[in-house]
């Protein structure tokens, strides 16, 4: 009996096995996807005239543009929509926030296994870089919070250009994470 049962523990935990690694191969090749058609987008647009940025509202699942982390060396497509379909794909700008120029709240979002994976490491003074229609945004990160998933008063907008990254938190976690690690970051010349 405790050889049948020795058996199928290992079975059982080669079957889990392939599919984290299923699941990890399927979310890179995702990524990795959407982010080829977000630097050719980003390659096929010319600035406009006097060196600034004219936006289109942009439909959930639309591509928007890329989010590079330099210190995890990581470029990640940003794609319109904070819901699951959008957050699969890569990193989501959540609607009903501005985009970068237009002096105000930046709200993007990725899931703590996936694109935002070994965001435990990010710290004050590391950098965000957003590329969207050519032109390149770069973010200094000035403070990390811990809140609750249902705290909104985040999003209340400053009136200044301000860049929010949320994920799940705890970091190692597993499951729906009750809490959020909010990343804020500012503009640098």
């Known amino acids: 009996m405790r050889k049948i049962l020795g058996t199928f523990l290992?079975?059982?935990?080669?079957?889990?096995?392939?599919?984290?690694?299923?699941?990890?191969?399927?979310?890179?090749k995702t990524e990795e996807k959407y982010l080829n058609i977000a630097e050719k987008i980003s390659k096929n647009v010319s600035d406009?005239?006097?060196?600034?940025?004219?936006?289109?509202?942009?439909?959930?699942?639309e591509i928007i543009g890329t989010f590079f982390i330099p210190k995890l060396d990581r470029n990640l497509p940003i794609i319109q929509g904070t819901d699951d379909t959008s957050l699969g794909k890569g990193v989501g700008h959540m609607n009903d926030t501005l985009l970068p120029g237009e002096n105000g709240l930046i709200f993007l979002a990725g899931h703590r296994d996936t694109v935002f994976r070994n965001f435990n490491t990010i710290k004050i003074n590391d950098y965000f870089e957003i590329k969207i229609m050519?032109?390149?945004?770069?973010?200094?990160?000035?403070?990390?919070?811990i809140v609750s998933k249902y705290d909104v008063d985040i999003?209340?907008?400053?009136?200044?250009?301000?860049?929010?990254?949320?994920?799940?938190?705890?970091?190692?976690?597993?499951?729906?994470?009750?809490?959020r690690a909010i990343f804020y970051a500012y503009p640098t010349n």
Not at 48 to 61: E, H, L, P, V, W
Not at 134 to 145: A, D, H, L, M, Q
């Open 134 to 145: 050519n032109k390149t945004f770069r973010y200094k990160v000035s403070e990390i919070k």
């Open 48 to 61: 406009t005239d006097n060196n600034t940025i004219s936006y289109k509202k942009y439909k959930n699942g």
């Open 10 to 28: 290992i079975v059982i935990g080669i079957f889990i096995s392939l599919y984290v690694c299923f699941t990890v191969y399927e979310t890179r």
């Open 155 to 179: 999003l209340k907008s400053k009136n200044k250009e301000e860049l929010l990254v949320s994920t799940c938190y705890p970091f190692g976690y597993i499951g729906d994470a009750p809490k």
